[in-house]
């Protein structure tokens, strides 16, 4: 088979599995062994692409129906979006596994795996497409499966999360078509090789600055950065645990993608006044974050807002603009992926034994007790999103701090250190009413509950990679040293 194919097989295999779920969905047992060897296949095939783009040091580029770029629909996996691809594609299928054994009456809802595979469909769309149209469709997609599902939650507040959050996306949608629309009437493509080249030949052209800024607030409110978080905190504590933990862990993640390219390949004579706008939100993000995590009364919702803290981390990164910082932001990137994951799990797990199932810390107080290695792993989990050793946080931290040394961005940086001291306090506040605290009077916790074996090996590779953190180190720099050259990327697309 041609390598190019490869390019296409994480997107289209998520799609057929989908389709495939919703004819089975008479047959439940059948419907999860397919949706599980899909995510598992669509997993591998993602490895494959980033082995394949490491072993041959170029892209792998696929042209939709022969039509060669800029006219044709352009799928590209390079160095960036395959490495975020095997990421995304690790934590959904850890949380469509999680599923399996999910405790919540939603899960066996028909459609619920058809819905959790076009979310992942839409999601590896969008990382893997060369053109902002198709990003806008591939991003409808995973609005619209992240919506409903969000909207079938038990929680009695899951239609109005669902709400809050097709809402907001809408006006996201509407700012990415807007900036589309700009792009397209002063350069007449949308196809990111071409819009690199063009705009680097003629950056200051009318629409230019207006459709930077309309792209900018796209991505950051699809991250959920600072201004635009307020309907994360809702959204996360109403869905139910295995699309909260995709939800806070990879699908925010396009909008870092999305800060990459703008300051690497799109806007390369705006990056300055970009990265300055990051460093600022991500200062404001981590210390909001972190207090709001302090301030906040429920388990889910406190690592809701511990995800607007470690998304500031991975902005300032980006916004230092060195390279070693911008690998550090790639390997927060990677590595808050797995941790968050895994906390969200186990949060959920303990509320799926509380006896009113609810993430609340005052139905949840004590339910730990009868669940120590639960507690074993959410202390592990919280001291990796605290930055201590020897977890992959602790690595991510180092390169960090590391490249704002570098980068003497020493405000900031001071700023930042001060303020991330606040993610030990609210984890193990959370840890200490879950598994230390005394359950009030006749407080009775359920003998079953969600299974907790895909947070405990998500917890592993945490361990793992914070001892043998040197691939994903190797790596992220590798991809740096790629996106330094932009014609690289350019050439891949365009050819000549």
């Not at 129906?65 to 800029?70: T, Y």
């Not at 981590?286 to 902005?315: C, D, E, P, W």
């Not at 704002?404 to 200490?432: C, D, H, K, P």
Request: hydrophobic share 55%; aromatic share 10%; with cysteine.
């Amino acid at each position: 088979m041609n390598s190019s194919w490869l390019v296409t097989l994480p997107i289209l295999l998520p799609m057929l599995g989908a389709v495939l779920g919703l004819l089975f969905r008479k047959l439940r047992r059948l419907q999860i062994v397919v949706t599980a060897l899909v995510i598992l296949s669509a997993l591998a095939t993602s490895l494959a692409l980033l082995m394949t783009v490491s072993l041959t040091n170029r892209p792998v580029v696929f042209q939709v129906g022969g039509w060669p770029a800029p006219a044709g629909i352009t799928l590209i996996g390079d160095y960036l979006s395959a490495f975020m691809v095997l990421m995304s594609q690790i934590v959904l299928a850890a949380g469509i596994l999680y599923a399996t054994g999910c405790q919540d009456k939603c899960v066996r809802f028909p459609g619920f795996y058809p819905l959790l595979l076009m979310l992942a469909t839409g999601l590896t769309g969008a990382l893997l497409t060369g053109d902002l149209f198709n990003m806008f469709v591939f991003a409808e997609l995973m609005v619209i499966s992240g919506a409903v599902l969000t909207a079938i939650s038990d929680d009695r507040f899951g239609v109005e999360a669902a709400y809050k959050y097709f809402y907001i996306s809408l006006l996201a949608s509407m700012l990415l078509l807007l900036s589309c629309g700009a792009l397209y009437a002063t350069y007449g493509t949308l196809n990111m090789a071409d819009l690199s080249r063009q705009i680097s030949a003629k950056p200051d052209l009318p629409l230019t600055g207006l459709a930077m800024v309309l792209l900018l607030v796209f991505f950051m409110i699809k991250s959920a950065v600072v201004p635009f978080h307020f309907w994360q905190p809702d959204f996360h504590t109403a869905a139910t645990t295995p699309l909260s933990a995709l939800l806070s862990s990879v699908v925010v993640k396009l909008g870092v993608y999305g800060f990459i390219r703008m300051t690497s390949l799109l806007f390369l004579d705006q990056a300055p006044e970009i990265r300055q706008a990051l460093v600022v939100m991500g200062c404001i993000g981590v210390i909001l974050g972190g207090f709001g995590a302090i301030g906040t009364h429920n388990a889910k919702r406190m690592l809701a807002y511990s995800t607007l803290a470690q998304i500031g981390f991975i902005l300032t990164g980006i916004g230092w603009g060195t390279p070693l910082s911008l690998a550090a932001a790639l390997i927060f990137t990677f590595n808050h992926s797995l941790i968050k994951s895994a906390m969200l799990m186990l949060a959920g797990g303990m509320a799926s034994r509380a006896a009113v199932k609810s993430a609340a810390f005052q139905v949840l107080v004590g339910v730990g007790k009868a669940s120590p290695a639960a507690g074993v792993l959410f202390f592990l989990g919280g001291i990796s999103l605290a930055g201590i050793p020897p977890t992959n946080g602790f690595i991510s931290k180092f390169v960090f701090f590391t490249s704002g040394l570098e980068a003497q961005a020493y405000f900031s940086m001071a700023l930042i250190g001060v303020a991330s001291l606040l993610t030990l306090v609210y984890t193990m506040r959370g840890f200490m009413k879950i598994w230390w605290e005394e359950p009030a009077g006749s407080a009775k916790t359920k003998t079953g509950g969600d299974r907790l074996i895909i947070p405990a090996l998500l917890i592993t590779l945490c361990l793992i990679l914070g001892v043998w953190a040197e691939p994903l180190v190797n790596l992220s720099q590798h991809i740096v040293s790629w996106l330094d050259n932009p014609a690289f990327y350019i050439q891949a697309v365009l050819g000549g």
